[in-house]
C-alpha cells in the first residue's frame, strides 16, 4: 500500500509541475506581448539622411588623419594672410640674398684686378678667368666687369643693395605706436 501512495505523490507533483510550467509560460507570453512592435525611442533615432552625413564625416576625418602636409610653414598659424614686419624683413633679406649683384671692384697699383660678388648672402672674390654664377669673367674695370656666357659678352656693373620696403623700415623716432582699434 506504500507504494500505492508513493505512485499517486508522483503522479500529484508532476501535474502540479506541469501546472506551474503552464502559468509560468503563461506569465512570459504575456510579457512578451507587451513589448510593442516599435520602439517608444523611435522619434530620437537615426534617419538614413542623418547616418549618411554622420558617415561622410567621419570618412572626412580618417582622410585628414591620413594626409600628408608637403608645406614648410605650420598649416594652423594665423598670421599667414597679414605679415609682421618680422616677416617682411626675412622676406627681403631671402630676396636679396638671391640677386647676383657686383658689390665693388678693386685695382690695385701693381696692376691686380680684383671684383668681389655677392649671392646667397656670399661675398666672393673673382680675378680675370675665374668663373661665377653668369659666366666667366673677361675683364674687371672700375665700377664693373665684363663676362662671357655661352658665347655672349655681358656687363655687370657695381650696385647697392635694394632699398628696403617702407613697411619695415624702423620706426624708432616714433614715441607711440598708432594702433587702428
Known sequence: MEE???KDFVIALVVITIIAFGIHDYYLMKKVNKVPMESRYKK???????????QNINSSIQ?????????KKDPLEQNLIVKTRKDMEKQWQEDVSKIVRLQSTVITENGLK???ISHRSENKTYYIGDSFQYGKIVDIRLGEIEYAYNGKI??????KLPDKPEAILDDSGKKDR???W
Open 4 to 6: 500505492k501512495y508513493l
Open 44 to 54: 530620437i533615432a537615426l534617419s538614413d539622411t542623418l547616418l549618411s552625413k554622420i
Open 63 to 71: 582622410d585628414r588623419k591620413e594626409f600628408v602636409f608637403t608645406v
Open 114 to 116: 680684383l671684383a668681389t
Open 154 to 159: 655681358g656687363i655687370l656693373k657695381v650696385e
Open 178 to 180: 598708432e594702433y587702428n
